[in-house]
Nanobody, 125 residues
Framework: QVQLVESGGGLVQPGGSLRLSCAAV????????IGWFRQAPGKEREGVGC????????YFADSVKGRFTISRGNAKKTAYLQMNSLKPEDTAVYYC??????????????????WGQGTQVTVSS
C-alpha cells in the first residue's frame, strides 16, 4: 500500500520544539516535492512549508519563517519538519504531502498526489 505516515506530534510548552517525520510506505520520495500543511479547528488547511525535489530549496509561510525547517532523510523515504520556538497559534493537525514535481509550486492541495493521515501538535502551558 502506498501512503505517507506522519509521526512526532504531541503536547509541548510555548517556546519548545518538536520534530515531525513523514515516512513514505510502498514508494520512495525520489522525484517528489514535499509539502507540510496544518489545519487548526474551524480553519482551512494551510501550507506551512515545502522542500523541492530538484535542488532541496525550502520555502515557508511567513507565520513560521525563521522557526521551522524542512529536510529530507538520506534514505529518500523520509522528510522532516523541525519546529522551534513554538507558539500556541501553531496548534493544529499537521500533514505532509508529496507532489511528483521538481519544485515547490505553492500550496494548492489538489496538486499533491499523496497525503499522510495527520499528527496533532498542541502548544500549551
Amino acid at each position: 500500500q502506498v501512503q505517507l505516515v506522519e509521526s512526532g506530534g504531541g503536547l509541548v510548552q510555548p517556546g519548545g520544539s518538536l520534530r515531525l517525520s513523514c515516512a513514505a510506505v510502498g514508494f520512495t520520495l525520489d522525484y517528489y516535492t514535499i509539502g507540510w500543511f496544518r489545519q487548526a479547528p474551524g480553519k482551512e488547511r494551510e501550507g506551512v512549508g515545502c522542500i523541492s525535489y530538484s535542488d532541496g530549496s525550502t520555502y515557508f509561510a511567513d507565520s513560521v519563517k525563521g522557526r521551522f525547517t524542512i529536510s529530507r532523510g538520506n534514505a529518500k523515504k523520509t522528510a522532516y519538519l523541525q519546529m522551534n520556538s513554538l507558539k500556541p497559534e501553531d496548534t493544529a493537525v499537521y500533514y505532509c504531502a508529496a507532489e511528483m514535481a521538481p519544485g515547490c509550486s505553492g500550496y494548492v492541495l489538489t496538486l499533491y498526489d499523496y497525503w499522510g493521515q495527520g499528527t496533532q501538535v498542541t502548544v500549551s502551558s
